[in-house]
């Protein structure tokens, strides 16, 4: 078993960032800048905004948080999205989710400059990934097939089962793993809530991905022999015996599974650094994009 250690990788991936980074200040030329809408004060979003504004100043990028209150009205969030779609200072951006009740999602998303839209969600950039043109992927597939490429994990002709059918993870996946070329060519299954016989079919599978963010769903006796194993749940679990009141966990029994997995990702450590990781380079192809175009 070896492990698809996303800390690790995604480190690497910085450290590439900050030299073309530095490069860039040298030919005085302007450097990335990433700004990050944050609606309300929860926990987990706050935790995840504040990592990637860190990541920023790391690696010399230019960042900017915008904190609005709970309170805030959907006008009023979409009056901040077209202030930094005007803003030529700002190559990228992300509205973090979730959003408060009375803010429609979808209209967020649809608000956003899809060339500013480093998150990859915007219907035009999701329409561009399916069809195999230059666009920006969503951060986490974007993450995982980076790890699976580093890893040089084979993906061409094998069995691919997603777990999990969110716009976020499961369904950008699906497409990916299916597309020509690599990491991807192969033939995929996409599982959900409604899918019948699913232990058969992910014991069935050579990768299997799960984004289902139910905690150790994933038992031993499910996947078969030297399967890769993606697990991009991540669950806090209250456990008052920890120092934080919680534990995360992912939706893989990792102790258990990893015995019979050749490649596996851990909880925490795999995927989510990746996610940042991956946002950042989606930031940096935004800047030479708007470059080009100038």
């Known amino acids: 078993m070896e492990l698809l250690d996303g800390k690790k990788i995604s480190n690497q991936i910085k450290e590439e960032i900050t030299e073309t980074v530095a490069k860039m200040k040298e030919r005085g030329e302007k450097v990335p800048h990433l700004a990050a809408i944050i609606v309300g004060n929860d926990g987990a979003s706050l935790t995840y905004v504040g990592s990637k504004v860190r990541s920023c100043e790391r690696i010399g990028f230019e960042s900017t948080l915008v904190q609005m209150p709970s309170t805030t009205s959907e006008l009023e969030l979409l009056k901040k999205i ?30 956003i400059d899809p060339d500013k839209d480093v998150d990859g969600f915007h219907p035009t950039n999701f329409g561009k990934m399916a069809l195999d043109m230059s666009t920006f992927i969503p951060a986490t597939p974007f993450g995982i097939l980076e790890l699976l490429e580093r890893y040089k994990v084979d993906t061409k002709g094998k069995h691919t089962v997603v777990i999990g059918r969110s716009h976020i993870v499961g369904r950008p996946m699906s497409i990916l793993m299916g597309r020509r070329g690599w990491p991807g060519n192969s033939t995929v299954t996409l599982t959900h809530s409604h899918t019948k016989n699913i232990t058969q079919i992910i014991s069935q599978a ?19 022999d030297d399967a890769v194993v993606i697990d991009v749940g991540i669950t806090r ?13 992912g939706d893989v029994d990792f102790e258990n599974v990893s015995k019979k997995a050749s490649y596996i990702t851990p ?13 950042l380079k989606n930031t940096l192809l935004a800047r030479e994009r708007h470059r080009a175009k100038s």
């Open 237 to 249: 679990v209250p456990d008052e015996s920890r120092p934080k009141g919680y534990y995360i966990t």
């Open 82 to 111: 077209d202030e930094l779609n005007k803003n030529e200072a700002v190559d990228g951006f992300i509205v973090q989710l979730p959003l408060p009740e009375q803010i429609d999602t979808q209209k967020v998303i649809m608000a």
């Open 206 to 224: 050579d990768i299997v991905i799960s984004a289902l963010g139910v905690p150790n769903f994933l038992k031993a006796e499910m996947v078969k």
């Open 267 to 279: 909880v925490p450590g795999g995927v989510g650094p990746m996610t940042i990781a991956m946002l």
